[in-house]
Structures are given as C-alpha cells and as structure tokens.
C-alpha cells in the first residue's frame, strides 16, 4: 500500500508543472489546394544512331544528316539557344571469329564495328508544335526519340497561386471545425508548408507515353475527372490556431 501511495505522489508531482504552466490549448488545421495551368513549352530530346564497318562513312552520314536537322529547325523559326547539340559519340564494338583452315588450323579473326550517335535537345515556344516537329524529324531520319516533356515557365506563379488557396482553404476548414465543435478561435500561433517540389512528367519517353492528365478546377472546388496536356501544381499548409 505504500509502495502504491509512493507512485501516486511522484506522478502527481510530475504533472504539476503542466498544469501550473497553463499551456493554451491549440488547434492544429492541414489543407491542399491544387492549381492547373497550360504548358507553354515542350522539350523534344532526339537522337541520330548508325551501326557501320567504315568509321568515316558513318560519321560523314551523320554529320550530314545532323546539318540538316539543325537547317530544317532554323528554317521554322527555333532560335539557336533553343537548339542544344551533344558531340558526335563513337563506341567500337570489337568482335572475335573462329577460322579454321583446310589443314585444321584453327585462328581468331578480329574485326571492329562501330557504333555511332547524336542527340538534340530542343525547346519549342508553342507546344502546339511538337507533333509536326516530331513527325518531319523521323521523316528525315531521326530514329531515336528519347523525351518529349512539357512545362510551363510560369509555374512560380501557379505555386503562389496554389499556396494562397490553401491557406485560405484551412482558415475555412478551421472555422467549420470551431462552429462544429462550439469553440473559438483566436489568432494563427504557427504557418507551415509542407509541398514536395514538383518536375514536368514527361509526355513521351523513351518509346513509352505517359501524360499529365489534370485540368481547371471548377467554381465548386471538386476535383474533376482526368484531361489531357495540363499541369498540376499543389500547396499543403498546416495553420496552428489558439483557442479562446
């Protein structure tokens, strides 16, 4: 029995601090938003790939071909800082052939092909585009495509839209929880944001198509089903409130 009153007066002496603090009581409120805009770029990454015997048939092939990607994309209208080139890249492939002579000697035959490539990066202003852009590019011989990506150069602007948003979307949240619960607010304590940071999704990489498929919030604040070509921008913030 002593052992027992012993307890109780060491918990009771640790929870007096607490109380005799007088710690307000706080409301802790989370909220997203969710912003949709229209890309306003697309990013095309292609490539020139040739598997020859003679080195300077296959170079002189893709520097050919190579000049006149970059002519044609000129000719449309693509300034040359919107125009990225890689270094034309040369990998020897080394093989091995067993050949046996008349007499039964046997001896190995070296031989070395090569395999060469380019790649393009370039930017398009109207994303409108791509799709002709694309197709003219295999037309004249491209025969890589390895990224077709769209992004929005006003994508700060949507995440302070979408911030915005979800402030105020906790504050209205946190209103209808007091009213529900038969409490009062007093004022915001504490403001956090927790968004992970957010890329443009590639459209169509490396042969396989994958898309961003949001679009506009409508006036009721549902999300809507799914739509093609725009991009999703979200906030998530956390409001601390006091509670009178």
Not at 51 to 79: C, F, H, M, P
């Amino acid at each position: 029995m002593k052992k027992i009153y012993l307890l109780l007066c060491i918990f009771s002496l640790a929870m007096a601090p607490a109380f005799a603090a007088g710690v307000e009581p706080l409301i802790n409120v989370t909220a997203e938003a969710e912003v949709r805009i229209k890309p306003d770029r697309a990013a095309l990454t292609f490539g020139l790939y040739e598997k020859t015997d003679n080195l300077r048939q296959g170079a002189q092939k893709l520097n050919t071909l190579s000049r006149q990607v970059t002519d044609y994309l000129r000719n449309r209208g693509i300034e040359d800082r919107f125009i990225q080139t890689d270094s034309l890249h040369i990998q020897p492939i080394y093989m091995y052939q067993t050949i046996t002579a008349k007499n039964g000697t046997k001896t190995q035959q070296e031989t070395v092909r090569y395999e060469l490539s380019q790649t393009f990066t370039i930017t398009l202003e109207d994303p409108a585009e791509y799709e002709d852009v694309l197709y003219a590019l295999l037309e004249m011989g491209i025969n890589r495509v390895e990224n077709v990506s769209f992004y929005s150069t006003q994508l700060r602007q949507a995440r302070d839209e979408a911030r915005k948003l979800a402030v105020q979307y906790a504050r209205e949240k946190a209103a209808l929880l007091a009213e529900a619960a038969d409490i009062r607010l007093g004022k915001i304590v504490n403001i956090s944001e927790n968004t992970a940071a957010q890329w443009p999704t590639p459209r169509l990489a490396a042969s396989n198509i994958s898309q961003n498929a949001v679009q506009d919030l409508p006036a009721d604040g549902q999300l809507p089903g799914p739509a093609t070509g725009m991009i999703s921008v979200k906030a998530s913030v956390l409001l601390t409130y006091k509670i009178k």
